[in-house]
């Protein structure tokens, strides 16, 4: 795999966005959010909800986190989007950056499309002026492709128009039961190359490739292990991401209080946080061993590892707050975006050799020290 490819792949994971100092933006959540076609949003726009459903016009980046996002507008920048169902049908000034179980586009893209879903479809009517990078489980691209058509899928048809080269690895598998399938169709229009690794040939109508073909057959698995190890990032920005706004979305008043003690008294926190995570483990053997405190153990140890996962993210938390005061932003209703901030900067740190497992391990404890000073004195 590419360097190019790892790294458009890392730039799905909602990226390293900030808004330029001075920008307008604007943010909602909610179980339902709705922008009507007659409205239109000046600079950044933040959504994260169970069903989302944009007409009007974004005069800037649309990024939104949901369940059923629906965006049938005129987004001046990017989208920068995480769903379970994604559909796109407005035209994107920028460049489209999703991930999701299932993305549908049907829209005009003027930059590059970068998608981590397990199917998407490219209908008839899309069309993306630049690049398409793809790490997809099944794929139908329909539309056009001005630029090349990259990444790695389990099936990929081809019926449309690619404008230079298509470079793509199909899923292989031991058995060689089930293989991963490439099949350009006597519609579709190669403008360059293709080329793609898998075990088996491709169904590729000779006639409509301008350029040549070319079938690789993996030698090794080392590609599939990296690809693994990306996906496997990403779908932790992902949950993390998730988790976090509803943290910062029923929780606010106590994620801002609880932040602002662990800044307050770093030293303090970490040290009782350490202390709480190397002691729990005991108590819980010592209440297996009375038999009796079975229960009660199972429960304890039960929040003791969902502790560990919540705060990472409440410490990402911190870190996307301490950024934008960094920036010398005004404070404002901007949780939501700094949570987001935090979790992806944060999350790219911790897969860090050693050094990332260390700060992981930092930020345990500072939440786990913060929550147990911040909620002890507010008794």
């Given amino acids: 795999m590419s360097k190019k490819l790892i790294f458009s792949a890392l730039l799905l994971g909602f990226l390293l966005i900030t808004p330029s100092k001075g920008q307008a933006f604007e943010g909602r959540s909610g179980d339902s959010i709705y922008i009507p076609k007659d409205q239109v949003i000046s600079g950044n726009f933040y959504a994260a909800g169970s069903n989302i459903t944009i007409e009007g016009n974004i005069q800037g980046d649309l990024i939104c986190a949901g369940q059923t996002v629906n965006i049938n507008a005129q987004v001046d920048g990017d989208i920068i989007c995480a769903a379970q169902t994604l559909n796109i049908s407005g035209e994107v000034g920028g460049n489209v950056r999703v991930a999701g179980n299932s993305v549908n586009l049907n829209g005009l893209v003027n930059r590059n499309l970068n998608v981590l879903a397990a199917t998407l479809i490219l209908g008839s009517d899309a069309k993306v002026n630049w690049d398409a990078l793809l790490m997809v489980g099944q794929a139908e691209v329909r539309g056009i492709v001005s ?204 897969i860090i050799p050693i050094v990332g497992w260390a700060l992981s391990l930092v930020a345990v404890w500072w939440t786990m020290g913060g929550a147990w000073l911040y909620f002890k004195r507010a008794k």
């Fill in 147 to 350: 630029g090349s058509l990259h990444g790695s899928a389990q099936n990929l048809l081809v019926s449309g128009q690619v404008g230079k080269n298509i470079d793509i690895r199909l899923s292989n598998y031991k058995n060689k039961k089930d293989q991963g399938r490439l099949k350009i169709t006597d519609q579709a229009k190669i403008d360059g190359n293709v080329i793609y690794w898998a075990n088996s040939a491709a169904d590729i109508s000779q006639n409509n490739v301008s350029g040549q073909v070319t079938h690789n057959t993996p030698q090794s698995g080392d590609h599939k292990l990296l690809a693994a190890f990306i996906i496997n990032r990403l779908y932790a920005i992902f949950a993390a991401l998730l988790v976090g706004l509803v943290l910062v979305s029923v929780w606010r008043k106590t994620i801002l209080g609880l932040t602002d003690k662990m800044e307050k008294e770093p030293a303090a926190t970490i040290g009782w946080g350490a202390v709480l995570l190397f002691f729990t483990p005991i108590v819980c053997l010592i209440l297996f061993m009375t038999i009796i405190g079975i229960p009660l153990a199972l429960i304890l140890l039960g929040l003791w590892l969902l502790a560990m996962f919540i705060c990472k993210i409440i410490t990402a938390v911190l870190a996307g707050r301490m950024l934008f005061r960094k920036l010398k932003y005004k404070e404002s209703e901007k949780l939501l975006l700094e949570m987001t901030i935090g979790v992806v900067i944060c999350w790219l740190l911790f």
